[in-house]
């Protein structure tokens, strides 16, 4: 365990350097941001289905008008209860269950601070069952926090540690196995149900065993906002695979230390 926690020392976030990445990530939550504001995006709907009416050059108008109505239905399938239930479901359909075995090290991926709490709550509960000698935290702007978290939750400082430089899934995956390789080969993964299925599929392509554990997403969470993460989770994975992301592949050294660790 000594050894361990010697090589995983934390990052100091300011040596972490920009990501290629982040503007990506950024710009992503910003667009899905304003995709699931109601109110910016009802107002854009209505004017696909009204305005072609009103333009009497305008061809195909039944047509635009028509795609408007598919579209505002699917919009309000996606934000109701059955659409999030339904699209939660199918995330996790082809994810196996906590097994319940031990593992090298328990690893929790930030996902801001409004979705913290309930996973390093998650977290602890593993670490004092046993699970793992590690809890190691991931992500940009979230692994200093969850790691204090853990320590206020009374985790010794030499259980605790994490990267604070991934900006994407990708990116905590590649730094994760950068920092915890090949100490570290069989963990316990926390993360939340929407993120889970890229999260396990994307670490396991980088030699790690992955026992996935979910945390629960927090009851405050607007319904719009957890379609928001559905619709972003479905394009992730869609994305990853065709970047061939969940094929198996090695740690690449040269980019990790573009990240100055």
């Not at 659409?83 to 075995?101: T, V």
Request: with cysteine; net charge positive; proline share 8%.
């Amino acid at each position: 365990m000594d050894g361990l926690t010697a090589m995983i020392a934390m990052v100091d976030p300011a040596s972490c350097g920009d990501s290629p990445a982040g503007g990506w990530a950024f710009l992503t939550w910003q667009l899905f941001n304003g995709v699931t504001n109601p109110s910016l995006v009802l107002p854009v709907l209505a004017s696909l289905i009204l305005l072609p009416w009103f333009v009497k050059a305008l061809p195909w108008k039944r047509q635009i008008s028509g795609l408007g109505m598919v579209l505002l239905l699917l919009y309000g399938l996606l934000c109701s209860p059955l659409g999030i239930q339904l699209g939660n479901r199918a995330l996790q359909a082809f994810l196996p269950s906590d097994s319940g075995e031990a593992a090298d090290a328990i690893v929790v991926l930030g996902r801001g601070s409004e979705m913290r709490l309930e996973r390093t709550e998650v977290a602890a509960e593993l670490w004092r069952a046993g699970r793992a000698p590690l809890v190691f935290a991931s992500g940009w702007g979230d692994a200093q926090p969850i790691v204090s978290l853990l320590s206020q939750m009374g985790l010794p400082s030499q259980a605790v540690d994490g990267e604070p430089c991934s900006r994407t899934t990708e990116e905590n995956a590649r730094f994760t196995a950068a920092r915890l390789q090949p100490a570290v080969q069989q963990i316990v993964l926390v993360t939340d149900p929407p993120h889970m299925l890229r999260s396990y599929l994307t670490f396991r392509s980088l030699g790690f065993r992955v026992i996935p554990h979910t945390n629960s997403l927090p009851a405050q969470l607007p319904p719009r906002k957890e379609a928001f993460l559905l619709v972003r989770e479905y394009l992730g994975l869609a994305s990853y695979s065709a970047l061939g992301r969940f094929s198996p592949r090695q740690t690449q050294p040269a980019l990790v230390g573009s990240f100055k660790f």
